[in-house]
């Protein structure tokens, strides 16, 4: 059984932020900043995968992005 890591170098270091951004149209033109992410990003390359942060929790996107 392989052990899984970043899909892009394979390294086991990961770690979180929350971001908020803009949609479109008058959010966007106003600056609201109603879409919600948690990013988990690797730690030694960079690779990053967006999660909505409504539908997922910050310890099952790690398990979810690293096995």
């Given at each position: 059984?392989?052990?899984k890591g970043c899909i892009k170098?394979?390294?086991h270091h990961a770690a979180t932020k929350e971001v908020a951004m803009t949609g479109t149209g008058l959010s966007k033109m106003f600056d609201i900043q109603h879409n919600q992410f948690?990013?988990?990003y690797c730690?030694?390359?960079g690779y990053s995968e967006f999660y909505n942060?409504?539908?997922s929790g910050a310890s099952n996107v790690l398990d979810f992005f690293f096995g």
């Amino acid at each position: 059984m392989s052990e899984k890591g970043c899909i892009k170098c394979g390294s086991h270091h990961a770690a979180t932020k929350e971001v908020a951004m803009t949609g479109t149209g008058l959010s966007k033109m106003f600056d609201i900043q109603h879409n919600q992410f948690i990013v988990v990003y690797c730690e030694n390359c960079g690779y990053s995968e967006f999660y909505n942060k409504k539908s997922s929790g910050a310890s099952n996107v790690l398990d979810f992005f690293f096995g």
